[in-house]
């Protein structure tokens, strides 16, 4: 073996990780001339303790803080990380290691993040989801279905007094929810401040006129100290969410929000903008099931994960996998998947969007099940009677499919519901 090479010490195939061990699952594409186990102990070594070199001097303590690819094939890879290599409560740091410079090294071609296997130690120091879906539903006092949310299209563009009476208009078809988009926060000709507190005035005439409860996921997202007043001023207006671009924020102030957000009586909707940079390349990056249980673990109370039907690209087993993350208990290992016991972590909603409409919502509910939120935009401002007529109709297809009727079946009998699949029918946008 040359000097520089040490990397054969981070495999081993008789390796039990240990109960306390954080696990990774990566596949990769090893870089050309290097051998499975040299990629192997390369990955493991960068991720833990090792380095290009032999060094002259190590301490004691090396042999047990090394992580350790005790699994593996051509093209995935299962890595034990000790303990001690983590600082507990710390998500930055973890993923400084697991998911830090490996991703830059000429060894592999490609490498992508998985899973990871949490154990309970880990889990422990981080607070999790303050509300999870029986808190949420306690709220709005829905019990059995899903949850609905509208976002005003175009997504940028109106005014804050355009934007809360459109809300005000989908508030009464039966939306529950009206959602900002990823890339509204407070901008001239729509001020954060104007806009909710309209929102407000209008959710409580929304609120008398239907006879249920009415909300809104508003995004705070901005500079870490800018969301942590933006919050405060949703909770001054008795707003139940606080929308936060958690990828573009990053786990950091996510975990400052989420401390932040308890102290306000907050709940948390994970918006996901700038994952694809990421997740979409299916051979590198990190896999959009990984970032779930980034989040979960942290505290959301709900995320985007994908449709498979919809405008946005999500691959089947990716979906089913994010599900999992979201609302399971315990994972047994499969597929991109690891073992997890989530313990009393609660689970979160996942959320369905991009590209939905009444036409597509069978499909969603028979994957989903009810313990979603539902969101459509353009599936509901786009209906050929108007916003309400459009959450009328989204309402009317989950309603049908909670009962097993066709949508063609429920057509006949509501009106508003037949011209919204008169128009799109099973459309699949692109």
């Not at 090294?105 to 990871?116: C, F, G, S, T």
């Not at 979201?326 to 073992?339: P, S, T």
């Not at 590209?355 to 401002?381: K, R, S, Y």
Request: hydrophobic share 40%; proline share 5%; net charge neutral.
């Amino acid at each position: 073996m040359a000097a520089e090479e040490w990397y054969h010490e981070f495999v081993d195939k008789s390796h039990t990780p240990s109960k306390d061990d954080i696990i990774c699952h990566f596949y990769y594409d090893a870089g050309r001339g290097i051998s499975t186990e040299e990629c192997v102990g390369r990955v493991a070594s960068e991720s833990s303790v090792g380095t290009w070199t032999t060094l002259s001097k190590l301490p004691d303590r090396l042999q047990r803080l090394k992580g350790i690819g005790f699994e593996y094939d051509d093209h995935h890879i299962k890595v034990s990380y000790p303990k001690e290599l983590w600082e507990p409560g710390n998500m930055p740091q973890l993923l400084s290691g697991v998911a830090g410079n490996i991703f830059g090294m000429k060894a592999v071609k490609h490498l992508r993040l998985l899973d990871m296997s949490l154990p309970p130690w880990f889990l422990r120091s981080f607070k999790g989801p303050q509300f999870g879906i029986k808190g949420i539903r306690d709220v709005f006092r829905v019990k059995k279905r899903p949850l609905t949310a509208t976002v005003p299209k175009p997504k940028l563009g109106y005014s804050s007094k355009e934007h809360a009476e459109i809300g005000y208009d989908v508030w009464l078809g039966g939306v529950d929810l009206i959602k900002d988009d990823e890339n509204l926060t407070s901008q001239g000709f729509n001020k954060f401040k104007d806009r909710i507190t309209r929102m407000a005035k209008l959710r409580d005439k929304a609120e008398k006129k239907t006879g249920e409860r009415k909300g809104a996921l508003l995004n705070i997202t901005a500079e870490t100290k800018e969301m942590e007043k933006r919050a405060a001023m949703l909770a001054d207006l008795g707003w139940e969410y606080a929308m936060v671009d958690v990828v573009t924020v990053g786990p950091a102030a996510v975990q400052t929000v989420r401390d932040v957000c308890e102290e306000h009586g907050l709940a948390i909707h994970a918006h996901r903008a700038m994952h694809a940079m990421f997740t979409k390349d299916l051979r590198h990056g990190m896999a959009m099931p990984a970032l779930v249980k980034i989040m979960r673990t942290i505290g959301v109370d709900n995320i985007h994960v994908g449709t498979v039907i919809g405008k946005l690209e999500s691959p089947k087993e990716e979906v089913e996998a994010n599900i999992k993350q979201c609302r399971d208990k315990k994972i047994e290992a499969g597929g991109w998947l690891l073992d997890q016991d989530w313990g009393g972590t609660k689970p979160v909603w996942p959320v369905p969007s991009g590209g939905l409409h009444p036409g597509l919502v069978p499909e969603i509910v028979e994957m989903f099940g009810p313990d979603m939120i539902i969101q459509a935009g353009g599936g509901v401002l786009g209906h050929p009677d108007g916003a309400t007529a459009g959450g009328h109709a989204l309402r009317g297809a989950i309603d049908a499919a909670l009962e097993g009727v066709t949508l063609k079946e429920a057509a006949k009998t509501d009106k508003v519901l037949a011209k919204a699949v008169e128009k799109w029918g099973k459309t699949r946008p692109k």
